[in-house]
């Protein structure tokens, strides 16, 4: 692929999967999640991946040093970081930790001179606190659309029962009953294929006595089950339909970012989204990467990278999409948009996805049919307030004009009294001094 018309490199739009964790398990249906943790390897994972996008963003000898970017030392008017604490929670966030201290390591350079001359450098030479939006899924809905979303369940379990799905399972009957004496008891069916896969390769990554008897190819061919299992799940023929959920929520967060780093009075740079790998998937559907490229069309490895390049050129800034799919690759690889073949402007990746981005909790609330959870009940009581108000009967509404009118002559009467025009009973004598009063001024009734 050509580089493309871009110039100066503006900023860039990133979003990476968390580090290798613990396991996990999630709902087949509704994808609710249960609890993990990262483990050291998950956050040397980041880190690496930290120090990967420092040396190509950060360094000045690089093609793709970000222009006028502060090198050195954070500084946080041109970095928002936000981190899903959903379902993976602390892993995500903590992953979110791990890349920042590759991205900007501790530096002596931050220090201060007391006033008796003493030289302090910041804490662990120099580490750099830099802010971390937690994104709490039940009051934003932005990096975890698809949970408690009514709809999304449904198309899940209708691809469950499609015939390509069930074809599909038929299919690979005897590879699933083959994998029972690796499961520990665990359900064994197409349905149920991302808890196996994953349950797999968390006990290949660390477990050695697991190793030496599971065939590592029944790994691969997991792996291409989980893919197809994921891409049917997460991923709709239509931009908008229900499946792209993970990709429509995200979208608003993406956009807004592009935007501001391409506004040259902006200082913002980078913008780094910590998640899990549904919105990749949608993503990479809705932006036509996987039909381009199959092998895209799946789950995406631990500290995968997309880095979408804001870049100048004759015409306006320009979009570059970049993959990296976790630590075993070295480098970025650019892949088209929509299908074509060089950088694509932004206002048409703006017009291409806009309309299909789901911009906040109340679009959600509709999207998803939900009227109770992640603020989607608060803001149905909310509703049925305010209607309530506006269909007060017209007695009623006379009663509380009444009952206000009345009180505002009691708050009159009780104001006249306190400043003298109206005695209740007999008044003691008040001596001025300057600005106070002794306690004879108090009226006694």
Known sequence: MSSGNGDQLLGVVLLARHGDRQGFYQDPNSYTPFGTAITPTGTEEELQLGTFLRQRYLNETSPNFIHDISQTRADITQVLVRADAGGEGGVIYNSALALLQGLYPPTPSWNETLANGTVVVGASNGYQFIPVESVEPSNDVSLEGWTSCGPFTTAT?????????QAKANENADFLDSLKQYLDGRQVSLQNMWNIYDFLNVRYIHDANFVRRFPHPMLAQARNLANWHEYGVFSDPSPGGIRNIAGRTILPSILNGLGDIANSSNPLKILYQAISYKPFISLFNMTGVAQQ????????DYAATVAFEVRSSS????IRFNFKNGTLESDFTTYPLFGTSDDVPLSTFVDRLSDVAINDTPEWCTVCQNSNDRGCGDLTLAAGQAI????????GAGLLGAAMAVACMIILFLFAWFLGFIQC?????RTKRGSSYSESDVVKV
């Open 157 to 165: 379990n209708a691809f469950y029962a499609s015939p390509e799905f």
């Open 293 to 300: 490229h199959p092998e895209l069309a799946g789950i995406v």
């Open 315 to 318: 015409n306006g800034p320009v």
């Open 388 to 395: 309530d108000s506006e269909r007060l009967h017209p007695v």
């Open 425 to 429: 009973g007999k008044k003691t004598k």
